[in-house]
């Protein structure tokens, strides 16, 4: 854990040492040209820090300012997840360098574009008043030498960063005592499927569950004084609420465990899983914003759901859902209980593909429910 903060340090002070030493931006027709030096604990890392660095050099202006209006932080790092596509080609300035502390340095210069973010922000705002702020759910089972706790830590830190990053969250304090009970049997039992009821119910389009534990290890004396250790791991799973699949899976260093040293053992228990919880609520919180990132900008998979239609009909329903543009493939549906089941890969959010479903196939299609992956409605007609 003092490796990874030490590097940590490092980073930033390489960062702030580059930062003033590189040229300003250079602005014509809508690009601006900008150096920066980005920093990591790999050449890749570095490459990637750089990138996101450029756009906020490039953009700084435009970007701070908005840093009154609401929701910036949400979309200000979505825009920032998104950095590669506002570079109209960059190259690397001299050579990458390695320290001895193990942190990787790169300097690039790179073309932005400014009316590429302008017109992003724009798209991400609008989206985000028409859907609201995505919500979550977050449930984590934490357990010290194998007894559970109340309070996660992990849990928490998850949940804290979430909310300083724009992300709405179910508030527990309203949900009714079943709830609350279906949640304790769900961590009691591990099935996250009850975990996703609730979700569903309290509209969140994300759950995040996982485990977390703290185990003593051996105790030490230090300067005399007798402590105990204990060091802690994590595994929390990111689902789609609705339709249960598992966007991302994040740990903690297994290599390097977080650690707790302290007098009383329940402190240094909890003091492992304070580290813990930082490095993993870090990865849930980037993988979120990627995936919201992605989601906004449309494509990948939709489920499109349609009841009452015929085993002969479905074949029809492929070749229609074929022609509309932007959908790029439709796998065979699964036919069950006079339901159909299409997964089509698509260039388009669930919401602009049921537009386009109402517009094109609407005496053939009665749309029902549109959630953030999954289409619903019933078959009405050839």
């Not at 991400?124 to 759910?137: A, F, I, S």
């Not at 029809?316 to 339901?339: Q, S, Y």
Request: hydrophobic fraction near 40%; proline fraction near 2%.
């Amino acid at each position: 854990m003092l490796r990874r903060v030490m590097i940590a340090a490092v980073v930033l002070m390489v960062a702030a040492s580059a930062w003033a030493q590189e040229k300003q931006p250079i602005e014509s027709d809508g690009m601006v040209t900008v150096e920066v030096t980005g920093a990591g604990t790999s050449k890749e890392d570095a490459i990637k820090d750089a990138k996101r660095k450029a756009v906020e050099k490039g953009a700084g202006t435009f970007i701070y300012s908005h840093s009154k209006t609401e929701d910036f932080v949400l979309v200000k790092d979505t825009i920032l997840t998104r950095a590669a596509g506002f570079l109209h080609g960059y190259k690397e300035i001299g050579k990458a360098k390695e320290s001895a502390d193990g942190v990787w340095e790169v300097k690039i210069s790179a073309d932005v574009s400014i009316q590429g973010v302008k017109d992003t922000w724009a798209v991400v705002q609008n989206l985000l008043k028409d859907m609201g702020r995505p919500k979550l759910l977050v449930v984590v089972k934490e357990r010290v030498d194998g007894k559970a706790v109340e309070m996660s830590t992990v849990q928490t830190k998850i949940e804290g960063i979430l909310k300083e990053s724009g992300f709405a969250l179910v508030d527990k304090d309203q949900l009714k005592e079943i709830d609350k009970k279906d949640l304790q049997a769900a961590l009691a039992e591990d099935k996250p499927d009850k975990v996703q009821a609730i979700a569903k119910r309290f509209g969140a389009q994300v759950f995040i569950y996982g485990t977390a534990d703290a185990q003593r290890g051996n105790d030490k004396e230090i300067g005399g004084v007798d402590v105990a250790t204990y060091e802690a791991q994590s595994n929390v799973k990111v689902f789609k609420s609705d339709t249960a699949e598992i966007e991302t899976s994040v740990t903690g260093d297994t290599d390097n465990p977080a650690r707790g040293v302290q007098q009383v053992p329940l402190s240094a228990a909890k003091q492992a899983l304070a580290a813990e919880a930082g490095v993993v609520a870090a990865k849930v919180q980037d993988k979120l914003i990627e995936n919201w990132a992605q989601y906004l900008q449309g494509g990948g998979e939709v489920q499109l759901h349609v009841d009452n239609i015929k085993f002969g009909q479905v074949k029809k329903l492929k070749a229609e859902l074929a022609k509309i543009k932007g959908v790029n493939e439709v796998n065979p549906p699964d036919f069950h209980n006079n339901t159909a089941e299409c997964t089509l890969q698509t260039t388009m959010t669930a919401k602009d593909l049921a537009e386009k479903l109402d517009a094109t196939m609407g005496k053939m299609l009665e749309i029902s429910d549109v959630t953030q992956s999954v289409i619903k409605a019933k078959f009405v007609g050839e």
